[in-house]
């Protein structure tokens, strides 16, 4: 058994193998993974003399109960939001429909190529047209691309646009974007993948941004401002429509960071907030596990004046029933990516969006924001909380109280929640925050997980008073105790090494 699985975890309890027992087992004759059928020395025959090795010294040798035992190990070392709570803040952790798993892998969809002429994949093409006219209505702007595989690519497909635009119209000397310091660091790291320069805008005392900040940085230099609704300390932007408008006045374009739409769905109009360009997180909002590295899907939506800069192909819907990719659009930034987009998802997101309908959708949201303000009324009293300012989706704490008490900080006190059997909240981010712990509880949690969460983050705010070792030290009862973070960066181990096991 390999050391770094040899761990106790309180569900299931991993065989330590004795010395003595393993000695004994060399004797015992071991177990066979694999037994060749009576026919295979013909195969075995027919292959060169060169290929066929006469020693299999050294090749594991398992049982199949073993392999099946080994895997399903392996499938429960992670935690997985379908094993408890996941709280992330600005990651939406929800529950995905599993039907929308089964539907994205239905035959049709998975057996066709992606290159399959349009006179024949009229069906995806269907799915896709009607998931840009969803997408259009819910943000209430024009038009749509799904071909940005993830919301950073969708930023920048949306930046490229706006820099094409301001050339297109002879405007060279736009050289900035602004971006406010709570934002996600894709947001800069667009803009300069796309030319630009940063100018920063801080937070005000709210947590949001101040109108005169923004007003003093706006001149003929700033090509767009980049906003994020609702920002990444869960506060609506109050100003926003006086941002665009002055924005506008002075030839600047508005971009806003839509990935965590899960607050607003069916409440805002997105044109009356004077967006020029927007990106959605599919896998935020509207299904598609994620958390592992999976595909996702950060389609791009428009008002009109971008329209023709839309990557290409645009699915157009021609005639009755008939859809076509058009490669055609005027000023097009071109195309960022293989196919068409990352359309497993897009299956799940329109199935997501078919089965709830519009009075639903918007339920969504105000189920989340319930969730998030109501472990924010219960924890008030024990964390401290850096803005007064109502939540959104998502609420951030801080260890202010437990580190000037106690020097239990956020790492400490997230490492605690794993003993309670929570995955912790989003650490350190945003980083305008000193030390937050940021929760996002989702819609889809019941009021018994929410108290749950809430009861062990009130009972860990009281050890970090009573008894702050037991904080300090955590996690007790995971797979695994505090990790060496520094060395495990540093001195990785990637690869299976046999010398380990035993
Ligand atoms: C998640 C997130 C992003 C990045 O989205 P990816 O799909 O991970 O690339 C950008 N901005 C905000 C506010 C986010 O929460």
Redesign the pocket.
């Given at each position: 058994m390999n050391k770094r699985f040899d761990i106790q975890r309180p569900y299931y309890h991993v065989p330590n193998m004795h010395e003595e027992t393993h000695a004994i087992s060399k004797n015992v004759q071991r177990a066979k993974g694999y037994t060749s059928s009576e026919n295979s020395d013909a195969e075995v025959e027919s292959l060169p003399q060169d290929f066929l090795r006469d020693d299999f010294e050294g090749l594991p040798e398992l049982s199949e109960f073993e392999v099946v035992r080994h895997f399903t190990l392996l499938s429960q070392l992670n935690f997985s939001i379908d094993g408890g709570f996941y709280p992330l803040g600005?990651?939406?952790m929800k529950y995905n429909p599993k039907i929308n798993d089964k539907v994205a892998g239905m035959d049709g969809f998975v057996g066709l190529h992606p290159y399959t002429p349009s006179q024949f994949s009229q069906g995806a093409l269907e799915v896709m047209f009607s998931l840009q006219e969803a997408l259009v209505e819910i943000t209430g702007l024009k038009a749509c691309s799904l071909h940005p595989?993830?919301?950073?690519?969708?930023?920048f497909v949306g930046v490229k646009m706006i820099a094409a635009y301001h050339r297109n119209k002879g405007d060279s000397k736009r050289k900035y974007i602004i971006v406010p310091d709570s934002?996600?660091?894709?947001?800069p790291a667009s803009a300069a993948l796309c030319g630009f320069l940063v100018k920063q805008v801080k937070s005000g005392p709210n947590g949001t941004i101040e109108l005169a900040d923004i007003e003093k940085l706006l001149d003929d230099s700033i090509a767009a401002v980049m906003l994020?609704v609702p920002?990444?300390l869960g506060i609506f932007e109050n100003n926003i429509s006086e941002i665009s408008r002055l924005a506008h006045e002075r030839g600047a374009l508005m971009y806003c960071?839509?990935?965590?739409l899960n607050a607003l769905v069916g409440q805002v109009d997105f044109k009356a907030m004077g967006i020029d360009v927007m990106?959605i997180?599919l896998?935020?909002t509207f299904s598609t596990p994620?958390g592992g590295g999976g595909p996702?899907?950060?389609p791009v939506v428009v008002s009109e004046n971008l329209v023709d800069y839309l990557p290409i192909p645009v699915i157009r819907k021609n005639g009755e029933d008939r859809y076509d990719l058009d490669y055609s659009v005027p000023h097009s930034v071109g195309k960022f990516r293989a196919f068409y987009g990352n359309f497993g998802m897009l299956v799940r997101a329109l199935c997501y969006i078919y089965a709830y309908g519009s009075d639903q959708l918007k339920s969504i949201s105000d189920t989340a924001v319930l969730n998030a303000n109501y472990i924010r009324a219960r924890l008030k009293g024990s964390y401290h909380l850096p803005y007064e300012q109502p939540s959104l989706h998502e609420v951030v704490f801080t260890d202010k109280w437990q580190e000037k008490e106690s020097h239990v900080s956020t790492l400490h006190i997230a490492k605690r929640i794993i003993d309670y059997g929570f995955h912790p909240p989003t650490v350190y981010f945003p980083l305008v925050v000193s030390g937050a712990l940021m929760i996002e509880p989702t819609e889809t949690e019941s009021k018994a997980t929410l108290d749950r969460f809430v009861d062990s983050m009130i009972e860990i705010a009281k050890e970090a008073k009573d008894n702050p070792d037991i904080v300090k030290t955590a996690p007790h009862r995971a797979g695994f105790k505090k990790m060496d973070e520094t060395r495990a960066a540093r001195h990785p181990i990637l690869t299976w090494n046999d010398s380990e096991s035993d």
């Amino acid at each position: 058994m390999n050391k770094r699985f040899d761990i106790q975890r309180p569900y299931y309890h991993v065989p330590n193998m004795h010395e003595e027992t393993h000695a004994i087992s060399k004797n015992v004759q071991r177990a066979k993974g694999y037994t060749s059928s009576e026919n295979s020395d013909a195969e075995v025959e027919s292959l060169p003399q060169d290929f066929l090795r006469d020693d299999f010294e050294g090749l594991p040798e398992l049982s199949e109960f073993e392999v099946v035992r080994h895997f399903t190990l392996l499938s429960q070392l992670n935690f997985s939001i379908d094993g408890g709570f996941y709280p992330l803040g600005s990651c939406t952790m929800k529950y995905n429909p599993k039907i929308n798993d089964k539907v994205a892998g239905m035959d049709g969809f998975v057996g066709l190529h992606p290159y399959t002429p349009s006179q024949f994949s009229q069906g995806a093409l269907e799915v896709m047209f009607s998931l840009q006219e969803a997408l259009v209505e819910i943000t209430g702007l024009k038009a749509c691309s799904l071909h940005p595989a993830a919301g950073a690519q969708g930023e920048f497909v949306g930046v490229k646009m706006i820099a094409a635009y301001h050339r297109n119209k002879g405007d060279s000397k736009r050289k900035y974007i602004i971006v406010p310091d709570s934002a996600h660091g894709t947001n800069p790291a667009s803009a300069a993948l796309c030319g630009f320069l940063v100018k920063q805008v801080k937070s005000g005392p709210n947590g949001t941004i101040e109108l005169a900040d923004i007003e003093k940085l706006l001149d003929d230099s700033i090509a767009a401002v980049m906003l994020t609704v609702p920002n990444t300390l869960g506060i609506f932007e109050n100003n926003i429509s006086e941002i665009s408008r002055l924005a506008h006045e002075r030839g600047a374009l508005m971009y806003c960071d839509g990935a965590n739409l899960n607050a607003l769905v069916g409440q805002v109009d997105f044109k009356a907030m004077g967006i020029d360009v927007m990106h959605i997180n599919l896998h935020k909002t509207f299904s598609t596990p994620h958390g592992g590295g999976g595909p996702g899907a950060g389609p791009v939506v428009v008002s009109e004046n971008l329209v023709d800069y839309l990557p290409i192909p645009v699915i157009r819907k021609n005639g009755e029933d008939r859809y076509d990719l058009d490669y055609s659009v005027p000023h097009s930034v071109g195309k960022f990516r293989a196919f068409y987009g990352n359309f497993g998802m897009l299956v799940r997101a329109l199935c997501y969006i078919y089965a709830y309908g519009s009075d639903q959708l918007k339920s969504i949201s105000d189920t989340a924001v319930l969730n998030a303000n109501y472990i924010r009324a219960r924890l008030k009293g024990s964390y401290h909380l850096p803005y007064e300012q109502p939540s959104l989706h998502e609420v951030v704490f801080t260890d202010k109280w437990q580190e000037k008490e106690s020097h239990v900080s956020t790492l400490h006190i997230a490492k605690r929640i794993i003993d309670y059997g929570f995955h912790p909240p989003t650490v350190y981010f945003p980083l305008v925050v000193s030390g937050a712990l940021m929760i996002e509880p989702t819609e889809t949690e019941s009021k018994a997980t929410l108290d749950r969460f809430v009861d062990s983050m009130i009972e860990i705010a009281k050890e970090a008073k009573d008894n702050p070792d037991i904080v300090k030290t955590a996690p007790h009862r995971a797979g695994f105790k505090k990790m060496d973070e520094t060395r495990a960066a540093r001195h990785p181990i990637l690869t299976w090494n046999d010398s380990e096991s035993d």
